[in-house]
């Protein structure tokens, strides 16, 4: 399974971007898909998760409210809307993926050991 992460750049604070996530060859409707994000010096930090069954969606404190996952079964392709970014939502954010797995809270159950190589989001005035 090989994912790719998009959409990250430098961006100011409240800015609103929009990260993708993508797969070759690997459906990502019938998967949880969890976003991760990691800062250098820091622990990795679980962002927010999707369920493939129903839907269902969680999110960390620190984005809850501002960022919002979803798919687009016919793209193939994950998305996570950040909204009013701030300094502190500075990392690498990467998608992970992996059968027969579910999240329920923020926490990852299953198969999530396919990630994609991330991509960088900065925020700075």
């Known amino acids: 399974v090989q994912l790719m992460e998009s959409g990250g750049g430098l961006l100011q604070p409240g800015g609103s971007p929009r990260l993708l996530c993508t797969a070759s060859e690997f459906s990502l409707q019938y998967h949880a898909i969890g976003w991760l994000r990691q800062t250098p010096g820091k622990e990795r930090e679980r962002v927010t998760c999707i369920n493939n069954n129903d839907g269902s969606t969680y999110y960390s404190d620190s984005v809850r409210g501002r960022f919002t996952i979803s798919r687009d079964v016919a793209k193939n392709t994950v998305y996570l809307q950040m909204n009013s970014l701030k300094p502190e939502d500075t990392a690498v954010y990467y998608c992970?993926?992996?059968?027969?797995?579910?999240?329920?809270?923020?926490?990852?159950?299953?198969?999530?050991?396919?990630w994609g190589q991330g991509t960088q989001v900065t925020v700075s005035l």
């Open positions: 992970a993926a992996g059968s027969n797995n579910y999240c329920s809270g923020l926490a990852f159950w299953g198969d999530f050991g396919s």
